[in-house]
Nanobody
Framework: QVQLVESGGGLVQAGGSLRLSCAASGSIFRTNAVGWYRQAPGKQRELVAAVTSGGSTEYADSVKGRFTISIDNAKNTVYLQMNSLKPEDTAIYYC?????????????WGQGTQVTVSS
């Protein structure tokens, strides 16, 4: 089954760290970009970070200098290292990518992983 499988969320105190993983199960990432998004209660989903298979990255201003996105093409896995976490980082984090499904590229969302940062 072609899907994105996320892991690594949890509860952490402010200033702590977490690492999220997003694995492409049964498929491979398209070369354009894989993104991590987040959605806090009552807010719209927003892009946190994105990476291409070539290693180019972009970040939301709110996480620059604290979060690092990386890709392991051999493992078809994207990571989001989150350091110096703040309570305002609390949200459900989702991975998004184009995966090869049959003979077509299709856009997929992961199931989401909860990140809670306590003050």
């Amino acid at each position: 089954q072609v899907q994105l499988v996320e892991s690594g969320g949890g509860l952490v105190q402010a200033g702590g760290s977490l690492r999220l993983s997003c694995a492409a199960s049964g498929s491979i990432f398209r070369t354009n970009a894989v993104g991590w998004y987040r959605q806090a209660p009552g807010k719209q989903r927003e892009l946190v970070a994105a990476v291409t298979s070539g290693g180019s990255t972009e970040y939301a201003d709110s996480v620059k200098g604290r979060f690092t996105i990386s890709i392991d093409n051999a493992k078809n896995t994207v990571y989001l290292q989150m350091n110096s976490l703040k309570p305002e980082d609390t949200a459900i984090y989702y991975c998004n990518a184009d995966l090869l499904s049959g003979l077509m590229w299709k856009n997929f969302w992961g199931q989401g992983t909860q990140v809670t940062v306590s003050s």
